[in-house]
């Protein structure tokens, strides 16, 4: 009778010690597949999930779900190849038309150089400057199309960014004198050069500077400062209605805020200021505080090289 209870004890620790070791698989594979969906979730990865062997019920649910994947990865194949041909179509029509639109304005100045009306003046003056917000319109277009493909090659130099600023403040002055009562321009000649595209640098400035003095009233500011890490550059300007910001969208293409936001823009200014930014290595930020718009351009202090004779 001893050895009967004996063996029943035996078997019955086998047992457990085998549901043990299920439960401890178990558990494991499926913290194991918890991880992999929320790789996939994520984003991070998109492979496939991988067989537990120890319980077929599993499996099978590991197989459904591999297929999902499957065709998650070939839809999201296709999705990059149809984002990529619609950026280069949007890219080719908006080069297609800078030439007619271009020789259209040419047209238009060569007729008002000739002797008309009051009327027909005033005519080929809105004819002008409809031409001209339709030439900056696909400009931008194929700019913003240019810096979003995977073609478009950056021309980089050696520069003086505060020297950029400058010219860019010079190129301006008569807008922001007429838009702004008061300007504050506030710039310490950091003797540094950076390696940069000085063409995207003063196009990425010179559409911040726009956005202020096309939208911005009362005050204007322009001033740099330098910590361990980076060059900051800050662009301030005040604006009447706060309230109608949503300063988290403003880097969004085609948005105005409101419809005042409108009138002489056409909406891709800040997004292409942005992606440039982005493209250069660079953190541009938005912030509001009251009627005080401010956008900060941060510089990483390894793109930046020193030259001590730069302002002599």
């Known amino acids: 009778m001893q050895w009967i209870w004996l063996w029943i004890a035996i078997i019955s620790l086998l047992i457990n010690t085998l549901f043990v070791v299920k439960f401890y698989q178990d558990r494991k594979a499926y ?44 839809l999201q194949v296709e999705f990059e190849e149809v984002t990529l041909q619609n950026k280069r179509m949007i890219s080719s029509i908006s080069h ?58 950056l021309t980089i130099e050696n520069v003086y960014p505060i020297l950029l600023i400058q010219e860019q403040i010079a190129l301006y002055h008569a807008e922001l004198d007429e838009t702004f009562d008061h300007i504050t321009v506030q710039l310490m000649e950091e003797q540094q050069s950076i390696e940069t595209s000085p063409i995207e640098f003063n196009r990425m400035l010179g559409n911040l500077i726009k956005n202020a003095f096309t939208h911005g009233t009362n005050r204007f500011s322009i001033y740099n400062e330098l910590s361990e890490h980076h060059l900051m550059i800050y662009i301030e300007n005040e604006v009447d209605s706060p309230s109608t910001l949503e300063v988290d969208r403003l880097f969004e293409r085609m948005y105005r805020g409101d419809e005042t936001r409108a009138t002489g823009s056409t909406g891709l200014g800040l997004s292409i200021a942005k992606k440039i930014a982005d493209t250069l290595g660079y953190e541009l930020e938005a912030d509001l505080n009251h009627k005080r718009l401010q956008f900060k351009l941060s510089i990483p202090l390894n793109k930046i090289k020193k030259d001590k004779n730069v302002y002599h």
């Open 31 to 74: 913290k194991r597949l918890t991880k992999q969906l929320n790789w996939i979730i994520s984003g991070d990865a998109l492979s496939k999930l991988r067989h537990s062997k120890s319980s077929s019920a599993q499996d099978l649910l590991v197989d459904e779900i591999n297929e999902i994947i499957e065709q998650l990865s070939k």
């Open 96 to 153: 297609d038309f800078r030439t007619p639109l271009t020789s259209m304005l040419g047209y238009v100045q060569i007729l008002q150089s000739g002797s008309h009306s009051k009327k027909e003046e005033k005519y080929l003056r809105i004819v002008e400057e409809r031409t001209k917000a339709l030439s900056e319109l696909v400009e931008e277009f194929y700019r913003l199309s240019l810096l979003e493909s995977n073609e478009y090659q």
